[in-house]
């Protein structure tokens, strides 16, 4: 445990900043476009707007990916995509642990930085803190649709990561997901896919409403696309980075290395 921590931790503190800045993105672009203040709400309807967030959001998942940071550290911010990495054989028990805790804590200070920077905006019932919630379509749709979501996105990351002419556009194809995830999702469960997402937006707005969704649902359907790769596809899963042609080191077990 001491060791890994000792010469891995630049790559936790990167997931931890990463998902920390996806918070404060979508916090500030939340209050950008949902804020009863702000002129773009008044000017666009809810579906205009709804897509812009999943471009703003898509394009900052994008941003991180190919960041120097998102290289070195593969760029999951996200304890579900770790979590099957880890169950494909490819992070070490302590780095899969590590990345976790980060990944959370990155999660919540991403938040309390936004509140300190927005004040009030952040907290406003139209934000809330950017929570998501299931919506009036109920729970169980909100399961599925978490499932599904999260399905699509590790079968695009298994897929492409492991194509040689394809793997270097990985963040690009994750990026179009969110955005897609978010513009026609959103209203059915708020589109987390992000145990540590929801969670950072949880414990800050203090509001817990069916937590467990969002810590359920992502990891299983993620968990049904390794299973399904491992089933059908006859590639090697490579690497557990989602951006692996760069000169940055690589703490995983990596098939890239032989």
């Known amino acids: 445990m001491l060791q890994s921590l000792r010469r891995h931790w630049p790559e936790y503190a990167i997931e931890a900043a990463g998902l920390g800045f996806f918070m404060i993105a979508a916090c500030s672009f939340a209050v950008a476009l949902e804020h009863p203040a702000s002129p773009i709400r008044e000017l666009l309807p809810v579906f205009p707007r709804r897509a812009l967030m999943g471009l703003a959001m898509g394009a900052t998942n994008i941003a991180i990916v190919y960041s120097p940071w998102g290289k070195r550290s593969g760029a999951h911010i996200n304890p579900a995509v770790t979590w099957t990495f880890y169950r494909l054989g490819k992070i070490e028990g302590w780095d899969a642990l590590f990345y976790i805790l980060a990944q959370f804590t990155g ?3 991403g938040v309390v930085i936004a509140v300190l920077a927005l004040g ?4 406003h019932p139209s934000i809330n803190y950017v929570a998501t919630i299931p919506g009036s379509y109920g729970i169980p749709l909100a399961f599925a649709a978490e499932v599904a979501m999260a ?16 793997a270097r556009f990985t963040g690009i194809f994750a990026g179009i997901l969110v955005f897609a995830f978010i513009t026609f999702e959103a209203p059915i469960s708020g589109m987390s896919i992000n145990p540590a997402r929801t969670f950072g937006s949880a414990f800050n707005a203090r509001l ?11 990891p ?14 006859h590639a090697t899963v490579r690497c557990a980075k989602l951006h692996h042609d760069n000169d940055e080191r690589c703490i995983f077990r990596c098939g890239y290395a032989t």
């Open 107 to 109: 999660g919540i200070l």
């Open 120 to 123: 009030a905006w952040v907290s």
């Open 151 to 166: 399905f699509l996105m590790m079968s695009m990351i298994l897929e492409v990561t492991n194509q040689a002419r394809l």
């Open 208 to 218: 817990w409403t069916a937590l467990w969704l969002y810590f359920l649902a992502p």
């Open 220 to 233: 299983l359907g993620m968990a049904l696309a390794a299973e399904v790769h491992r089933r059908t596809s």
